[in-house]
Antibody, heavy 118, light 110 residues
């Protein structure tokens, strides 16, 4: 059974960077893509980007271009998302989720709360 | 990129059926199979409940069904149950291989 386990909560100061990890198990890692999604408190889901572990192709949302880097490590079946130059508006729960050709996304990681505060 | 448009809230009584709509522009829908739907209970991660590719995930109730025509997709939940009370999000891949979510719909089971 596929499962994604994310790293723990983070507290960062404005201007800092955060790197969230997402360890996959229960399926062939490079047969599926990863998508990163965030959810600010009380708000909806916001797509950040996707990465293919097989080809290393990535695509990020325009709002995050230049600030986000997505990578995967096929040796450890882990995906990473780094967000730089954090501001208070980046306070949110960040989710990784497995995707198949962008047509469906399942399962989701448990979420990682990133708090940006001075 | 703007979110897909969903109603902010819908409600229904146990046993009834409800439908949630999801509207976008032509570029928001990359194909006939581009839309998927997610359920999110408070404090929990979202969960896939329907995809136009392969329908619903194995083990999930057939009370959830989806439909798409033109620039509008819809999710129907039949035989409403109290545990269906949650937020529902549509999602689509676009013509430029980005992804867009709907703004979310809060379902209240009366």
């Amino acid at each position: 059974q596929a499962q994604l386990v994310q790293s723990g909560p983070e507290v960062k100061k404005p201007g800092a960077s955060v790197k969230v990890s997402c360890k996959a198990s229960g399926y062939t890692f490079d047969n599926y893509d990863f998508m990163w999604v965030r959810q600010a408190p009380g708000q909806g889901l916001e797509w950040m980007g996707w990465i293919s572990p097989n080809t290393a192709d990535t695509k990020s949302a325009q709002d995050f271009q230049g600030r986000v880097t997505m990578t995967t490590d096929t040796a450890t079946n882990t995906a990473y998302m780094e967000l730089r130059n954090l501001r208070s508006g980046d306070t949110a729960v960040y989710y990784c989720v497995r995707g198949w050709r962008l047509k469906w996304f399942d399962p989701w990681g448990q979420g990682t709360l990133v708090t940006v505060s001075s | 990129q703007s979110a897909l448009t969903q109603p902010a809230s819908v409600s229904g009584s146990p046993g009834q059926s409800i439908t949630v709509s999801c509207t976008g522009s032509s570029t928001d829908f990359g194909g006939s199979d581009s839309v998927s739907w997610y359920q999110q209970h408070p404090g929990k991660a979202p969960k896939l409940i329907f995809s136009h590719v392969g329908g619903r995930p194995s083990g999930l109730s057939d009370r959830f069904s989806g439909y798409k025509s033109g620039n509008t997709a819809s999710l129907t939940i039949s035989g409403l149950q109290p545990e269906d009370e949650a937020d529902y999000y549509c999602c689509s891949y676009t013509t430029t291989n980005t992804v867009v979510f709907g703004g979310g719909t809060k379902l209240t089971v009366l």
